[in-house]
């Protein structure tokens, strides 16, 4: 019986241990099968997510060089605009240049103050000369317009400023120029970014004057850009004059008032006046312009010379262009000529 019983036990514990194993066999593969299967979704998922990753990062290369793309273009447009502003700008500023800035900004059909009276006396038919200054030039397409009439017309260049930088560069290699000085005027809310006032010392004129002389090394005369107030001031103008004597320079009157002292302080230092006789372009329109042309050529037969001043406009250029059969009636020289 103890036989039968032994042998049973060990019967039983060799069938629970093999149960035992098998079981964790089962387990050891079922926990082994879920690592794999968790391992690979895993991976998928890791995949999948490295695939949104790539794609979410093309896409913002794209967009990116789409905003880049704009941006330059963006750019290349501001600058076209600022180009177009610029030239709309000259063109403005050109196309409402006359007479009237330099002697009465504010009413445009106020008249040019006279010229100064001369004596008129007999000229030989054919030896009358004629002055004509063109002033405010300023930028390239003025030289090409004043160019294009094809007559010797006398350039007057305005110093240089940040709205027009190249005034002095335009005027190399153009013989007989001028420049055209700003100076204080009665009333003009537009006036150059260097302007002598009257309140100015004869210190500081001689400052601005020295600058002149290094940007226009040929020049010889000067004449006034506005200039109402300072030419009226017989003290101002005296220190102008002086110092333009000690430079080599000589003082040509636009005729911006007709209160102007430049006879007066002329005749001081023995100096022979040169004055503005015609205004060309106070009123707009060629036909207006060419009547003043020939006011001009009638006072040059009269007193053996005269001096007009113009403006780089379209009419002005026009009539010019139109008027060279009755400028032929005279010569047409430089200011230093006359």
Same mark, same amino acid.
């Given at each position: 019986?103890?036989?039968?019983?032994?042998?049973?036990?060990?019967?039983?514990?060799?069938?629970?241990?093999?149960?035992?194993?098998?079981?964790?066999? #089962?387990?050891?593969?079922?926990?082994?099968?879920?690592?794999?299967?968790?391992?690979?979704?895993?991976?998928?998922?890791?995949?999948?997510?490295?695939?949104?990753?790539?794609?979410?990062?093309?896409?913002? *290369?794209?967009?990116?060089?789409?905003?880049?793309?704009?941006?330059?273009?963006?750019?290349?447009?501001?600058?076209?605009?600022?180009?177009?502003? *610029? %030239?709309?700008?000259?063109?403005? /500023?050109?196309?409402?240049?006359? %007479?009237?800035?330099?002697?009465?900004?504010?009413?445009?059909?106020?008249? @040019?103050? !006279?010229?100064? @009276?001369?004596?008129?006396?007999? $000229?030989?038919?054919?030896?009358?000369?004629?002055?004509?200054?063109?002033?405010?030039?300023?930028?390239?397409?003025?030289?090409?317009?004043?160019?294009?009439?094809?007559?010797?017309?006398? #350039? =007057?260049?305005?110093? @240089?400023?940040?709205?027009?930088?190249?005034?002095?560069?335009?005027?190399?290699?153009?013989?007989?120029?001028? $420049?055209?000085? @700003?100076?204080?005027?009665?009333?003009?809310?537009?006036?150059?970014?260097?302007?002598?006032?009257?309140?100015?010392?004869?210190?500081?004129?001689?400052?601005?004057?020295?600058?002149?002389?290094?940007?226009?090394?040929?020049?010889?005369?000067?004449?006034?850009?506005?200039? =109402?107030?300072?030419?009226?001031?017989?003290?101002? #103008?005296?220190?102008?004059?002086?110092?333009?004597?000690?430079?080599?320079?000589?003082? $040509?009157? =636009?005729?911006?008032?007709?209160?102007?002292?430049?006879?007066?302080?002329?005749?001081?230092?023995?100096?022979?006046?040169?004055?503005?006789? $015609?205004?060309?372009?106070?009123?707009?329109?060629?036909?207006?312009?060419?009547?003043?042309?020939?006011?001009?050529?009638?006072?040059? *037969?009269?007193?053996?010379?005269?001096?007009?001043?113009?403006? !780089?406009? !379209?009419?002005?250029?026009?009539?010019?262009?139109?008027?060279? =059969?009755?400028?032929? /009636?005279?010569?047409?020289?430089?200011?230093?000529?006359?």
């Amino acid at each position: 019986m103890h036989k039968h019983t032994s042998s049973f036990r060990s019967l039983f514990s060799l069938k629970h241990i093999a149960v035992f194993l098998s079981l964790l066999i #089962m387990i050891c593969v079922a926990i082994l099968i879920g690592y794999f299967i968790g391992f690979n979704q895993a991976q998928d998922e890791t995949d999948r997510q490295r695939e949104q990753t790539e794609l979410l990062m093309g896409q913002i *290369k794209e967009i990116a060089k789409v905003d880049t793309n704009a941006s330059l273009k963006a750019n290349e447009q501001n600058l076209e605009i600022g180009h177009l502003k *610029k %030239a709309l700008k000259e063109l403005l /500023e050109h196309e409402s240049i006359s %007479a009237h800035h330099e002697y009465a900004p504010k009413d445009k059909k106020a008249a @040019p103050p !006279p010229s100064e @009276p001369r004596i008129s006396h007999p $000229v030989i038919q054919g030896t009358a000369k004629l002055v004509i200054i063109m002033d405010d030039v300023s930028y390239a397409h003025d030289v090409k317009a004043i160019r294009s009439v094809g007559l010797p017309l006398v #350039m =007057s260049f305005l110093p @240089p400023s940040p709205r027009h930088n190249e005034s002095a560069t335009l005027a190399q290699g153009i013989n007989g120029y001028m $420049v055209h000085l @700003p100076l204080e005027a009665v009333d003009f809310n537009d006036e150059e970014q260097v302007t002598l006032r009257i309140s100015d010392s004869k210190e500081m004129i001689a400052s601005q004057i020295q600058k002149i002389k290094k940007l226009y090394p040929d020049v010889r005369y000067i004449n006034n850009h506005t200039g =109402s107030k300072f030419t009226a001031d017989e003290d101002a #103008m005296d220190r102008l004059v002086s110092v333009m004597r000690e430079n080599g320079l000589i003082f $040509v009157d =636009s005729r911006t008032t007709a209160q102007s002292k430049v006879k007066v302080i002329d005749t001081k230092y023995g100096m022979r006046y040169l004055g503005r006789d $015609v205004f060309l372009d106070h009123h707009d329109g060629v036909e207006n312009i060419k009547k003043q042309i020939r006011e001009a050529v009638e006072i040059a *037969k009269r007193n053996g010379s005269a001096i007009a001043i113009g403006h !780089p406009r !379209p009419d002005t250029i026009q009539a010019l262009k139109e008027s060279k =059969s009755i400028l032929s /009636e005279i010569k047409l020289v430089g200011i230093d000529k006359i």
